[in-house]
């Protein structure tokens, strides 16, 4: 009888592990088919009954918005559970969550080490791959870019999608290796055919502009959309959007917006921007200024630097909203702080002239300095003209050309005239007549 339990139990307990493998099987099926919500429930059954590996999915989906709302702190939770699971990938998550601070305090020293201590230990293709990935992209003060390293690791995990990507990606970039796009190509096709989304996303940037393959738009057109429906890659959706907006034989204002709305809805910032900028022109949908406000404010909330700047102005109007400068000031300054570098130089003649908000001299220098930074091209002719007259700085004709050029080179018509001046002149710069002569030559096509 004893035996006959025991076999019973036995029987019961593989019957519940074939049924959360087959769980989780279905549901990576059905990740890669771009059914996300359907994925993101089986990887939460699975997981209740302690499959590490569904642990990891279902924190995969967290992170990324993947078929549930996104949430950086509950993810990080979810790996440590696939983590105590003893899933490999899982632990790996966790640690890449303590390097980059998502969903838990930045801690790179801590997250590197768990890192290394798995490729090392564990042997496992997926940690080493990650691993590999440390030392492309180096951690500032911890890991130190080292591509000799990155090949030795990705020589050993030949058959990890993410590795075979970032084989591709060596040979794509120009990151101590000769660029070679067939090669490229051909490890972004592996990658992809084991499951590796945002392979195909790079297969379409290499189709659209010809690297390594004559260009097709089509083919590009395809791949982006691979990239999209298999990943929620959002790079692709935005990609799709750009290409049915300014390629004018597939000119599709609707196709546009249909991507631009799946974007958004994986909670890409610069995509609520663009569907505002809709609204307000009133291009493929009725001009509606409140509409066009929600997406600003919207993109503005997820850190879209240009969405920043355009909430800052809808408050600055009126527009769609009640006009209130106090929150037009902050999301300028928002937006300045998200790299925007025409946010930065209207803040900074904002705040010398005292247009809109308080005269500060401090803050507008502060904000001068960044649009420089950002280089932007009136900020730059204006800082070349400080160094050339000597105002406020040592007068410094060096410091001039070079910052009056970083002007001209974005087509800024007074900068190029400077330019050609300078190398006529000699002043700066040497002497050359011929490149005098290309800056007079743009200053006229500039009017």
Known sequence: MKKIAFRAITIVVIAFLVSCGNKTKEADELRLQGEFEKAAELYEQAAKH?????????????????????????????????????????????????????????DEEKGVKMIKNLAEESKHPYAK???????????????????????????????????????????????????DYPKAMDYFKK???????????????????GKGVSPNIQEAISWYTKAANMRGNTIAMMNLANIYYENDSLKNIQQTLSWLRKAAKFGNGDAYDRIGYFYTLGEGVEKNDSLAFENFKKAAELKSANGALNLGVQYMLGCGTIK?????????????????????????AMYTNG??????????????????????????????????WGKSVEKNYQQAFIYWKL??????????????????????CTKDLKKAEEYENKAKSKG
């Open 50 to 106: 302690g499959d590490g590996y569904a642990w990891f999915r279902l924190g995969n989906c967290y992170q990324t918005g993947l078929g549930v709302d996104k949430d950086e702190e509950r993810a990080f939770d979810l790996y440590k559970k696939g983590a105590k699971e003893d899933c490999i990938q899982a632990q790996v998550e966790e640690a890449r969550c303590y390097i980059y601070g998502k969903g838990i305090d930045k």
């Open 324 to 348: 209130d400068l106090k929150e037009s000031e902050k999301w300028y300054i928002k937006a300045a702080e998200y790299g925007n570098a025409e946010a930065a130089w209207r803040l900074y």
């Open 129 to 179: 791959a990650r691993l590999a990935s440390l030392y492309t992209d180096g951690v500032e003060d911890v890991v130190e870019k080292d591509n000799e390293k990155a090949l030795a690791l990705l020589k050993e995990c030949k058959e990890e999608p993410y590795g075979l990507y970032l084989m591709g990606q060596l040979y794509f970039n120009n990151n101590g290796y000769e660029i």
């Open 191 to 209: 990658a992809y055919e084991l499951g590796h989304g945002y392979s195909a996303s790079l297969l379409g940037y290499m189709y659209q502009y």
């Open 355 to 388: 247009d809109s908000f308080p005269k500060d001299e401090i803050k507008a220098e502060e904000f001068l300095q960044k649009a420089v930074k950002a280089k932007h091209p009136e900020a730059c002719y204006h800082i070349g003209a400080r160094y050339y």
């Open 407 to 428: 002007a001209a080179d974005q087509g800024h018509l007074d900068a190029c005239k400077n330019v050609a001046y300078c190398y006529k002149n000699g002043e700066g």
